[in-house]
């Protein structure tokens, strides 16, 4: 830990991971001159059979060179560790939510680890306020299958800085939807690694980031092994003054991994002046011999045609704006898994539309 | 007893060379169980003055008039004149991506009659409508317009028209795109609406194919922005024998 502590060095905010970040508004998280709280601070209520919830002490399972992360683990030693054991197949999600008061700068450490042909759906509900930065490590064995919603509700002011990274082993898959809505800057690095053929990532994402919000996701898919596929496809919209989106995918197809299929997409639909969203995907062959590898991204405005169409029909303006983006969101809201859940983002973001009257 | 009554009507619209003139005083009224054919040739700016007429933010009004029951049309905003009773049938229907069918019909007819339909009656109306158009009833669960086939979507058009029951309708090119059976299908449904309604249609189409499933009770023959010619229905058999080579601008 104090190695870490050490060689610690804060980003100055010209290195690529951190150019887009606002650094003057992490509420000194980044800062080594500054003390983070350990605090593991989600709490679940009736967990089912072959399913345990505990602090425990152990080492990261994975590296990372990431500042905000590796600040969380030179605070922190303990993982609050969520394990379903092997063979055990929820029918109902599990729900992580946060305790009320969260410390000031606290550092929090989440590792899900699920058993060889389980299958399970969790939802890690982030609401109230919070300066947090969080390690989140999905450990999947063998044939598992583990879905994972995660909801930034954050309220205004709030700072949220986490990499939620998977470790994906031979024929598991892993299905994750990142929904970044409250907070006043949240920046997280949704990551993939694989552990053996066969293993399959679906990263689903749905930003909406509003005045003076700034929502950076940063993918990270490391094709280290052959035959594992990736999916990405992340849609924000940007509504008022100086809303602000980062959307970043890296894929890495390294030598070894032959017979990959990947494709990552990004969707951004700028609603009103002065908002800016960021696009960057990013593809790296080291191999030909894949099954496929694609990206796109697109940044666009409201579409004349749609809503000329809905209006023509009768309906007013500003619900024909209300349906064509529930539209455009639908396909990654449907993937919450929840229809309360669901309508509650959305009803959020209806409400966010009204208020800058895009 | 409805009017469509369109006065002298000009029309630009935005070019990079500037504003174009299209429409040059277009003249044209319409009542409750009347069917008007406007035939043209293709770029006449028989589409132009159906987009007018129903608000489409791309075209400028430089004159003339156009009212509805003595209201002021062009006044209105989009929404607001398919409430006063107008519908416009698209040549090309928009697809909007993640909104169902159903959703967007249920949206549409809830701000045209001015309340949600009853749950009840209202699922069987669209089975019913859906069914005598020859839709299978899965489409009511796919965005709207989106993957839809040339025949698709002019049901999915004449469909909310039977379901909003405007009083006049402007049915822009419904023909384009349609073999000899859907051509049919959607002509009965306008036929059916017609009558049950007394609706008042502007039929706007290039071909005369279409004219023996919908019977005009007017022809007129829109050429270089305006109304060229006037007459019954034996007008369309002349176009057909001589085309609209004696309209040809110069």
């Keep these: 830990m104090s190695t870490l502590t050490t060689n610690y060095l804060a980003p100055s905010g010209r290195e690529e991971a951190w150019r887009f970040t606002p650094l003057n508004r992490l509420a000194g998280i980044l ?150 809505v409250g907070g006043s800057l949240v920046r997280i690095l949704p990551t993939v690694e694989y552990r053996g053929p066969g293993a399959s990532a679906e990263l689903n994402g749905l930003y909406f980031a509003t005045d003076g919000q700034h929502l950076e996701h940063r993918i990270h898919v ?8 990736s999916r990405v496809n992340y849609k924000g919209a940007l509504a008022g003054d100086k809303a602000r989106t980062v959307w970043i995918g890296d894929v890495y197809i390294r030598a070894a991994a032959e017979g990959t299929d990947t494709y990552e997409l990004n969707r951004n639909l700028l609603l009103t002046d002065g908002a800016r969203a960021d696009s960057v995907p990013n593809l790296e062959i080291e191999t030909g011999e894949i099954v496929g590898a694609g990206h796109a991204s697109t940044t666009g405005r409201f579409d004349d045609e749609q809503l000329f169409y809905l209006e023509s029909r009768g309906i007013p303006a500003e619900e024909a704006r209300r349906l064509v983006i529930r539209g455009f969101f639908a396909e990654i809201a449907s993937k919450i898994g929840s229809e309360s859940i669901q309508e509650r983002i959305m009803e959020r973001i209806d409400r966010d539309l009204a208020k800058v009257g895009a | 007893m409805s009017t469509l009554e369109i006065k002298n009507l000009q029309v630009a619209v935005a070019t990079d060379e500037g504003f174009k003139e299209i429409l040059k005083g277009v003249d044209l009224t319409i009542k409750s169980g009347e069917t008007h054919a406007i035939m043209g040739p293709n770029g006449s700016g028989k589409s132009t003055l159906a987009y007018s007429i129903a608000g489409h933010p791309k075209y400028t009004i430089t004159g003339g008039s156009v009212t509805l029951d003595g209201a002021d049309v062009l006044a209105m905003s989009v929404d607001e004149r398919a409430k006063a009773g107008l519908f416009l049938a698209m040549q090309y229907p928009v697809e909007v991506p993640g909104v169902s069918v159903s959703n967007f019909l249920r949206t549409a007819v809830t701000a045209i009659r001015g309340e949600a339909p009853k749950v009840r009656t209202w699922v069987g109306e669209v089975k019913e ?9 899965a489409f009511a669960e796919r965005s709207v317009n989106e993957g839809f086939s040339g025949g698709e979507k002019k049901r999915h058009e004449i469909l909310q028209m039977e379901l909003l029951k405007p009083k006049i309708a ?17 002509s009965e449904g306008v036929n059916r609406v017609k009558s049950t309604n007394d609706l008042g249609i502007m039929l706007i189409t290039h071909y005369t194919r279409i004219l023996r499933y919908i019977k005009p009770d007017f022809v007129h023959v829109f050429s270089a922005g305006r109304i060229v010619e006037a007459g019954g229905p034996e007008l369309a058999d002349k176009l057909e024998a001589n085309g609209y080579a004696e309209y040809a601008t110069v």
Excluded: C
């Design chain 1, 222 to 229: 490391d094709h280290n092994v052959g035959h594992a596929k």
């Design chain 2, 129 to 137: 409508a859906m069914a005598e158009l020859s839709m299978d009833p």
């Design chain 1, 31 to 180: 800062d080594a001159a500054t003390t983070m709280v350990p605090q593991n601070s989600f709490t679940a209520s009736n967990l089912p059979t072959g399913v345990t919830l505990e602090n425990l002490a152990m080492a990261p399972l994975s590296s990372t060179t990431d500042e905000a992360t590796l600040r969380v683990r030179a605070a922190q030693g303990e993982a609050l560790v969520l394990t379903i054991a092997a063979n055990t197949e929820l029918s109902e999600p599990l729900i992580l939510s946060r305790i009320p008061q969260i410390a000031e700068r606290a550092a929090s450490r989440l590792v899900i680890k699920i058993g060889t042909h389980a299958h399970a759906r969790v939802i890690l509900e982030n609401q109230g306020k919070a300066i947090l930065a969080e390690d989140i490590e999905y450990d999947l064995a063998d044939g598992s299958q583990l879905t994972v919603v995660s909801l930034q509700e954050w309220e205004s002011d709030s700072v949220y800085l986490a990499r939620h990274h998977a470790l994906v082993s031979k024929d598991a898959t892993f299905i994750s939807t990142i929904v970044s």
């Design chain 2, 170 to 186: 402007i049915l822009d090119e419904t023909d384009s795109g349609l073999d000899v059976d859907a051509l049919r299908i959607v």
